[in-house]
Every structure is written in C-alpha cells, then in structure tokens.
C-alpha cells in the first residue's frame, strides 16, 4: 500500500523558512513523478513544485526563486524547503505522486496525481 506523509508545517513570521518533508513508502517513489501542492479553504489546489524522475524541477510562479524541491532516494524522502514566507504562502501543504513523466509531470496537472499525503499546515503571520 502506497502511503505518503507529509511533516514539518508549522508558524513562522514573514521573512521565515520552514522546510517540508514527505515520507513514501509502499512502493519504488525515485521512479515517479513528485509534487508539492497547496490549498486555502475556498481555493483549487494547486501546484507549488514538482520534480519528475530526471531530477528536473519546476516551481509555480508565485514561490519561483524561494522554494526548493530536493529528494533523498536513500530515505525515500520528498522536501520542500521555503525560504522567505510570506502572509500568502499560508495554506495545507500536501505531497502527491504519479506515473506522469517528462514535461506531463512538470506541468503539475492535479488531477493526474493519483497518491496523496494527509497534508501539513503552513502558517505564515505578517
């Protein structure tokens, strides 16, 4: 059974860092495709970061130059490091994988993720 958990969330004033992680287990994650992604009640979730089996990374707009994807294919362990919080990065946090490959992957579509995390909250005061 495949099972992702996210950690790590938590309070940080603006100008903050807190960095992610997301535990896979269950089955051979190095070879899918991994993504971050959050959600604020009302809103889509959407897609923070993604890193496909090349190690190719790709940032959503908003958090570009501030977020950082890595993975430890040793500890089957998914991060996402964010650096310099603001107010609007305040949501739930969740770590999903898929199957999806090469620019499929890096586009980040949601709905294509088939495994998810139960999510870790990041809360951003000003």
């Known amino acids: 059974q495949v099972q992702l958990v996210e950690s790590g969330g938590g309070s940080v004033q603006s100008g903050g860092s807190l960095r992610l992680s997301c535990a896979a287990s269950?089955?051979?994650?190095?070879?899918?495709?991994m993504g971050w992604f959050r959600q604020t009640p009302g809103n889509e979730r959407e897609g923070v970061a993604g890193i496909d089996s090349d190690g190719r990374r790709t940032y959503g707009v908003s958090v570009k130059g501030r977020f950082t994807i890595s993975q430890d294919n040793a500890k089957n362990t998914l991060y996402l490091q964010m650096n310099s919080l603001k107010p609007e990065d305040t949501a739930m946090y969740y770590c999903?994988?898929?199957?999806?490959?090469?620019?499929?992957?890096?586009?980040?579509?949601?709905?294509?993720?088939?495994?998810w995390g139960q999510g870790t909250r990041v809360t951003v005061s000003a």
């Open positions: 999903a994988a898929s199957r999806l490959a090469g620019d499929k992957c890096l586009a980040l579509p949601t709905y294509l993720f088939d495994e």
């Open positions: 269950g089955y051979a994650y190095s070879s899918d495709c």
